[in-house]
């Protein structure tokens, strides 16, 4: 197969989710979960809405992870100021502690996959990626 930019993203996408996996096997967590750890880590209380929004899930997927990150003492759903619509979403002590772990996961994982960079190498693909995906999701909301 030849190894087009598409194909090359969506292998190292598939790899890395794996890696990610392997890494947290022993803490329970399910696919999808690492992620809004790490997104709650950085905006803890953001609303459901802007914290599917930013993780790319939609809705239903999201009251699914939720529900089963609520259970599992990970996080708690509240509603403020008397806003029926918006459910609030915090870490627990557990999720705090569980998001750290993800975190630390994370920054092995990438230091290892940026093995042989230089910083300016480092810099330049992350840009790029920054860019190329912008791109993409100003055509994904211009199809919307």
């Not at 993800?102 to 860019?131: C, I, Y």
């Amino acid at each position: 197969m030849q190894e087009t930019f598409h194909y090359l993203l969506l292998s190292s996408h598939l790899t890395l989710q794996k890696l990610i996996m392997q890494a947290l096997e022993d803490t329970g967590l399910t696919s999808g979960q690492p992620k809004i750890l790490d997104y709650l880590r950085e905006h803890d209380g953001c609303i459901q809405k802007d914290l599917a929004d930013a993780c790319h899930v939609d809705a239903a997927t999201i009251v699914g992870l939720l529900n089963r990150m609520e259970s599992g003492g990970l996080l708690s759903r509240r509603q403020q100021d008397g806003n029926r619509r918006s459910f609030f979403v915090y870490l627990t002590e557990k999720g705090r502690d569980m998001a750290e772990c993800v975190n630390q996961a994370f920054e092995r994982l990438e230091e290892a996959a940026f093995h042989g960079f230089s910083p300016e190498e480092r810099r330049a693909l992350t840009e790029g990626l920054r860019k190329f995906n912008q791109n993409l999701q100003e055509m994904r909301h211009r199809h919307e």
